[in-house]
């Protein structure tokens, strides 16, 4: 019984450990970025063009439409892509193939970001400098990177998605004459619908949420871009690049406040993620 | 040929017709199976089946669970054809063309082969949109009266229209079991099939709703041939013309219902009907 007690007790501990230090991370960067946004002002923080620290002028709007271009782009690629490697592992691959490519998928998750991000500098930036034009530090770049990196998510909570539609709904559908294709696309992927959205809603989650990998090919310039081609500045990659130079004062007040936006808009897509896979 | 001879007449034939009477049996009728084995990678399910099944009647596959019945009837829409590492021997003649042929497309004969599952099936979709399935996807029908007549009239068949037709756009998984049970039948019927197979259609039933597909089996088979799965033998007594025992992936006995019923043959059948196994 004394053992019982024990367990329980260090269980609930734990839990509470875990909650208050993410709540203590939260109030953190909220105490120390709130009051520069109420100083600034709300609009002016979220829509100003200009940021320049050295004069204290902080608008992030450049970076926000950075952030949100490169996350569509990198969805562009990597929503079909994710999607219909998903399909192809849960109703076409056979099983000897599904058992190598699943887990090489997986594995593809656990690389750290620099490393594909190196491989972007490498390889990437120097291939758009050379054959679509000048600087290769771009939102294509940027978007292409990320797309990989979101790549695992979206195909393994796809897979599970299609994979969890009940067999009887293909069999039904196969008994009136459908076809492989017919069924996968008219019952099976409505069907598996929600669990699909989830993962895409989780894929750009990682995108918007990843800094190493964007650093270091996006070229990080807080500006609004004019094409594909060129360079842009995300939210996360603000914060990571000043850090170091704002050991004090607004400046680095502005930093957090670019944190509590950020924070507000992944809490945002995990809340659309987690009710999507209830199925609501 | 063509005076018609049946092969199943009031005297008794066994299970062992034999394949020298296969061309003469092809013309007459709708399903002819020789000589049919079934293999689950190395397990094999069905051992040398011979039987045939006549138009515009219904035919009761019974047997003791795991005797094959039900693979036997996966076998006459190629629904087997989905499990990976299947493996089929023999022919499956239906109006003389073996459906195991290589130039044979498994989905033209499912949609001549029509199926309903133990368990009722509606895809999460509207009660309309459920029948008219098989209807979209043949790409047959065009214009989107014709679409509503043809829906109209499977659920007319299928005994359901006038408990639905007020909540035609409603979910399939607001109607209650039975009803769904009808709404697979209707989903079946709206392609008209030319053969109609049954896997156990009662078997999550209530008495009630039991009863009433039970009417309508009845009464569809004036239209289609019906080939149904049941481990309720009272059942097979009730709505079967012929009934085919198998038991360990062989035909033990196949004859008219009333005869199986009475006078069986083998005394393993016998047995079975009794309830002494099974």
Same mark, same amino acid.
């Given at each position: 019984?004394?053992?019982?007690?024990?367990?329980?007790?260090?269980?609930?501990?734990?839990?509470?450990?875990?909650?208050?230090?993410?709540?203590?991370?939260?109030?953190?960067?909220?105490?120390?970025?709130?009051?520069?946004?109420?100083?600034?002002?709300?609009?002016?923080?979220?829509?100003?063009?200009?940021?320049?620290?050295?004069?204290?002028?902080?608008?992030?709007?450049?970076?926000?439409?950075?952030? +949100?271009?490169? %996350?569509?782009?990198?969805? &562009?690629?990597? /929503?079909? #892509? !994710?999607?219909?490697? *998903? @399909?192809?592992?849960?109703?076409?691959?056979?099983?000897?193939?599904?058992?190598?490519?699943?887990?090489?998928?997986?594995?593809?998750?656990?690389?750290?970001?620099?490393?594909?991000?190196?491989?972007?500098?490498?390889?990437?930036?120097?291939?758009?400098?050379?054959?679509?034009?000048?600087?290769?530090?771009?939102?294509?770049?940027?978007?292409?990177?990320?797309?990989?990196?979101?790549?695992?998510?979206?195909?393994?909570?796809?897979?599970?998605?299609?994979?969890?539609?009940?067999?009887?709904?293909?069999?039904?559908?196969?008994?009136?004459?459908?076809?492989?294709?017919?069924?996968?696309?008219?019952?099976? +992927?409505?069907? %598996?619908?929600?669990?699909? &959205?989830?993962? /895409?809603? #989780? !894929?750009?989650?990682? *995108? @918007?949420?990843?800094?190493?990998?964007?650093?270091?090919?996006?070229?990080?310039?807080?500006?609004?871009?004019?094409?594909?081609?060129?360079?842009?500045?995300?939210?996360?990659?603000?914060?990571?690049?000043?850090?170091?130079?704002?050991?004090?004062?607004?400046?680095?007040?502005?930093?957090?406040?670019?944190?509590?936006?950020?924070?507000?808009?992944?809490?945002?897509?995990?809340?659309?993620?987690?009710?999507?896979?209830?199925?609501? | 040929?063509?005076?018609?001879?049946?092969?199943?007449?009031?005297?008794?034939?066994?299970?062992?017709?034999?394949?020298?009477?296969?061309?003469?049996?092809?013309?007459?009728?709708?399903?002819?199976?020789?000589?049919?084995?079934?293999?689950?990678?190395?397990?094999?399910?069905?051992?040398?089946?011979?039987?045939?099944?006549?138009?515009?009647?219904?035919?009761?596959?019974?047997?003791?669970?795991?005797?094959?019945?039900?693979?036997?009837?996966?076998?006459?829409?190629?629904?087997?054809?989905?499990?990976?590492?299947?493996?089929?021997?023999?022919?499956?003649?239906?109006?003389?063309?073996?459906?195991?042929?290589?130039?044979?497309?498994?989905?033209?004969?499912?949609?001549?082969?029509?199926?309903?599952?133990?368990?009722?099936?509606?895809?999460?979709?509207?009660?309309?949109?459920?029948?008219?399935?098989?209807?979209?996807?043949?790409?047959?029908?065009?214009?989107?009266?014709?679409?509503?007549?043809?829906?109209?009239?499977?659920?007319?068949?299928?005994?359901?229209?006038?408990?639905?037709?007020?909540?035609?756009?409603?979910?399939?998984?607001?109607?209650?079991?039975?009803?769904?049970?009808?709404?697979?039948?209707?989903?079946?019927?709206?392609?008209?099939?030319?053969?109609?197979?049954?896997?156990?259609?009662?078997?999550?039933?209530?008495?009630?709703?039991?009863?009433?597909?039970?009417?309508?089996?009845?009464?569809?088979?004036?239209?289609?041939?019906?080939?149904?799965?049941?481990?309720?033998?009272?059942?097979?007594?009730?709505?079967?013309?012929?009934?085919?025992?198998?038991?360990?992936?062989?035909?033990?006995?196949?004859?008219?219902?009333?005869?199986?019923?009475?006078?069986?043959?083998?005394?393993?059948?016998?047995?079975?009907?009794?309830?002494?196994?099974?």
């Amino acid at each position: 019984m004394l053992k019982e007690w024990i367990i329980e007790k260090s269980l609930i501990v734990a839990a509470m450990v875990s909650f208050v230090i993410i709540a203590f991370i939260i109030m953190i960067v909220f105490r120390a970025g709130v009051p520069l946004i109420a100083e600034v002002g709300v609009g002016n923080f979220l829509f100003g063009m200009d940021w320049r620290p050295e004069r204290e002028i902080f608008g992030i709007f450049p970076m926000i439409i950075g952030t +949100l271009l490169v %996350a569509l782009f990198s969805m &562009l690629i990597s /929503v079909p #892509l !994710g999607i219909l490697t *998903a @399909i192809f592992l849960a109703e076409v691959a056979p099983e000897i193939m599904r058992n190598i490519l699943r887990p090489a998928i997986e594995l593809l998750a656990g690389i750290p970001s620099v490393v594909y991000g190196f491989v972007g500098l490498m390889v990437l930036v120097p291939f758009i400098r050379t054959h679509l034009g000048p600087p290769g530090f771009s939102i294509l770049a940027g978007s292409i990177v990320l797309a990989i990196m979101a790549l695992p998510t979206i195909i393994t909570i796809s897979e599970d998605a299609i994979k969890a539609v009940p067999k009887s709904y293909k069999e039904a559908s196969f008994a009136v004459g459908a076809t492989h294709w017919q069924t996968i696309k008219n019952i099976i +992927l409505p069907a %598996a619908r929600s669990g699909i &959205l989830a993962g /895409v809603v #989780l !894929g750009s989650g990682r *995108a @918007i949420g990843e800094t190493m990998a964007a650093i270091m090919v996006l070229g990080n310039l807080p500006v609004i871009p004019t094409s594909v081609l060129g360079p842009i500045r995300t939210l996360t990659a603000n914060v990571a690049m000043e850090m170091a130079y704002a050991p004090h004062g607004p400046h680095r007040q502005a930093l957090f406040a670019t944190g509590v936006v950020l924070f507000i808009v992944v809490s945002i897509l995990v809340v659309i993620s987690n009710r999507l896979r209830r199925g609501q | 040929m063509l005076t018609k001879t049946p092969l199943l007449n009031e005297t008794d034939i066994s299970a062992s017709t034999g394949g020298e009477r296969m061309s003469r049996a092809d013309k007459e009728f709708k399903i002819v199976v020789r000589n049919l084995s079934f293999y689950y990678g190395k397990i094999q399910a069905l051992k040398d089946v011979s039987l045939d099944i006549q138009a515009n009647k219904v035919t009761a596959i019974i047997g003791p669970s795991g005797c094959g019945k039900s693979t036997f009837i996966r076998i006459l829409n190629r629904m087997n054809d989905i499990i990976p590492g299947v493996r089929v021997e023999g022919k499956v003649m239906i109006d003389s063309q073996n459906i195991y042929d290589g130039n044979v497309g498994a989905v033209e004969i499912r949609r001549r082969v029509g199926m309903v599952f133990q368990k009722s099936n509606p895809f999460p979709k509207s009660i309309f949109e459920n029948v008219a399935y098989g209807l979209r996807i043949s790409g047959l029908i065009k214009k989107s009266s014709d679409l509503g007549e043809r829906v109209r009239r499977a659920l007319v068949d299928a005994v359901l229209w006038d408990e639905v037709k007020d909540r035609l756009n409603a979910s399939a998984f607001k109607l209650s079991g039975g009803q769904q049970q009808r709404l697979c039948i209707a989903r079946a019927l709206v392609i008209e099939p030319e053969v109609i197979l049954f896997d156990e259609p009662c078997s999550a039933l209530d008495p009630t709703s039991t009863a009433k597909v039970e009417e309508l089996i009845q009464n569809l088979k004036d239209k289609y041939t019906i080939v149904i799965v049941t481990h309720n033998m009272q059942q097979a007594a009730r709505v079967s013309d012929y009934t085919a025992f198998l038991m360990l992936g062989e035909l033990i006995e196949f004859n008219k219902t009333n005869k199986m019923f009475t006078t069986p043959s083998e005394k393993v059948t016998e047995d079975y009907i009794t309830g002494r196994f099974g």
